[in-house]
């Protein structure tokens, strides 16, 4: 063999360890809990999504505007479910425990009478906050993930404005401008 066919083999070879190497990972890698709840219920409950028009845009918009600290977030919307009332929050409850790691923390989970469920977990990423929640109700569900900056959502809850434009009815805390005192009437100026 000469050199350079043998110096093509090699490079060849090192491409292809290469290209094995970096893509194993993403192929072993576990879904993200969103993925897999939303799975859950495409294929346990035969459930169907729901287009919703311009998500696309509003997901746009949060991550360049950040309102009220919100950074990203994505919502699948599912109808025609079908599932047993009498298993499903035990099965929901046990997909949600596969789904999150360690480091996600339940925080909320409802079960109403009439068969209404809600689970939210939520876990700090660095100084943000993710939340992912899932609600159910009759044969309709909605999957809600959400990043946000909790300093800033406290901060628009304190004075709610978008673009500068207030949301609220209210002055901000601290900005109340003083009532007028009633100051007393000199005599000369009573009024009679």
């Keep these: 063999m000469t050199s350079s066919i043998r110096n093509k083999l090699l490079i060849a070879a090192a491409l292809s360890v290469l290209m094995l190497t970096a893509s194993a990972p993403a192929a072993i890698a576990k879904p993200n809990e969103f993925d897999t ?5 495409e294929t346990k409950y035969q459930a169907k999504k729901v287009h919703v028009p311009f998500m696309w845009l509003a997901r746009f918009a949060v991550a360049v505007v950040h309102p009220a600290g919100v950074k990203s977030f994505k919502v699948t919307l599912f109808e025609n479910l079908k599932f047993s009332r009498d298993t499903l929050d035990k099965e929901m409850q046990e997909v949600m425990r596969d789904a999150f790691s360690p480091e996600w923390v339940p925080i909320l ?37 959400a990043t946000f900056d909790p300093d800033r959502l406290v901060d628009f ?10 949301l609220g009815d209210r002055e901000p805390a601290g900005d109340t401008p003083e009532k007028p005192k009633d100051e007393p009437l000199d005599e000369n100026n009573k009024e009679n």
Excluded at 37 to 41: C, T
Excluded at 133 to 141: E, G, L, N, P
Excluded at 157 to 166: A, E, M, Q, V
């Design 157 to 166: 809850l304190d004075n709610p404005k978008i673009f500068g434009i207030s």
């Design 37 to 41: 709840i939303v799975r859950h219920l």
């Design 109 to 145: 989970r409802v079960r109403s009478r009439d068969g209404q469920q809600v689970y939210m977990n939520m876990r700090e990423a660095g100084s943000n906050v993710k939340i992912t929640m899932v609600t159910i109700d009759k044969d309709q569900a909605a999957v809600i993930r």
